[in-house]
Structure formats: structure tokens, C-alpha cells
């Protein structure tokens, strides 16, 4: 949703593929989790320290991050090459060439999420957001606010319906 948000505060072509790569950023995180278990919880303890960001954690531990799983997944998935891209370099949003603003989209919605305390990332305060991101979609940190409260007044909003 934060992707899709963004994506239409700056005009990107397809909203849907800006969701959908919101959507699949970490999905590298779901693979590792059911597929080194043990393993991958030492990297969530590591990472509840709070003195370095997941992706770092991962490649000191496993010596590779769910960014790169989940865009090799990705690729064997046969997904367009943005997507692939964008799971790629969700963190390094500066390596993106096939479509640099859609890369930059789902790192500044990941950075948004991150620090509403949204996802499993653990490490919100640690994830600067990119000023190249933020320079190719012409966006400064009045626009990071408003969307974060726009955000916010959505996720209330869904919550009043799951009263169960």
C-alpha cells in the first residue's frame, strides 16, 4: 500500500506493478525464515540488538541477504526484470537500471513502513532513507510525512473493520 501510495505522488505509470513489487520486496525474508529456521532466528536476535540493519546482519551470518534470494526466486518465477529489480535492490536502490523509479518507490516504501513499525524488519531507526531515491522521484521529507500519516489514517481505518 505504501508503494501504491507513493507510486501515485509520483505520477509512476502503473500503480500495479509498484503494489505489486511493494508486495514481494521481502519475500527473500518468508524463504529464508521456512528454509534455515535456526539460523535465520539468530539474524532476528542479532538484528533486536540494534546496532545494525537486517540486510547487513544477513550477510554477516549467512554471508547473503534476502534481497538476493528473493530476486534470484524471483527471476525463476519469471517476473518481469523490474520486479526482479526491485526485490533486488531494495536496499541499494542506486544499482537499479531497468526501471530506477520503481526500485526507488519500494526502498522509500520500505524506509515508510519500516519506520511506522510496519513488516518484520526489526531495524526501522537503522534504515536511512536514500537521497538519490528521493532525488529521482523529486520528493523531500514534507511528502515522507504526509504520506506516513496518510498511512497511518489508512491502517486505523482497516482496523476498525477486523473487530472480531
Not at 520486496?25 to 529464508?32: A, E, P
Not at 539460523?39 to 547487513?56: A, I, L
Request: proline residues 2%.
Amino acid at each position: 500500500m505504501a508503494a501504491r501510495l507513493i507510486a501515485r505522488k509520483v505520477r509512476f505509470s502503473n500503480l500495479d506493478v509498484a503494489y505489486t513489487a511493494g508486495l514481494l520486496h521481502d519475500i527473500g525474508k518468508v524463504i529464508l525464515n521456512r528454509s534455515m529456521k535456526d539460523t535465520y532466528h539468530e539474524v532476528v536476535e542479532r538484528v533486536s540488538v540494534g546496532d545494525m540493519p537486517f540486510n547487513q546482519v544477513e550477510l554477516e551470518i549467512l554471508g547473503f541477504d534476502h534481497a538476493i534470494v528473493g530476486s534470484r526466486v524471483a527471476s525463476k518465477w519469471h517476473l518481469p526484470e523490474q520486479l526482479v529489480e526491485a526485490i533486488a535492490w531494495h536496499h541499494d536502490p542506486r544499482q537499479a537500471q531497468t526501471n530506477p523509479q520503481l526500485t526507488a518507490i519500494v526502498h522509500i516504501a520500505d524506509a515508510v513502513c519500516m519506520a511506522m513499525g510496519i513488516g518484520i524488519g526489526v531495524d526501522g531507526m537503522l534504515y536511512a532513507i536514500s537521497d538519490g531515491a528521493m532525488e529521482l522521484l523529486g520528493l523531500d521529507e514534507m511528502v515522507i510525512e504526509k504520506s506516513i500519516s496518510e498511512l497511518t489514517d489508512v491502517f486505523c481505518d482497516q482496523q476498525v473493520f477486523n473487530l472480531g
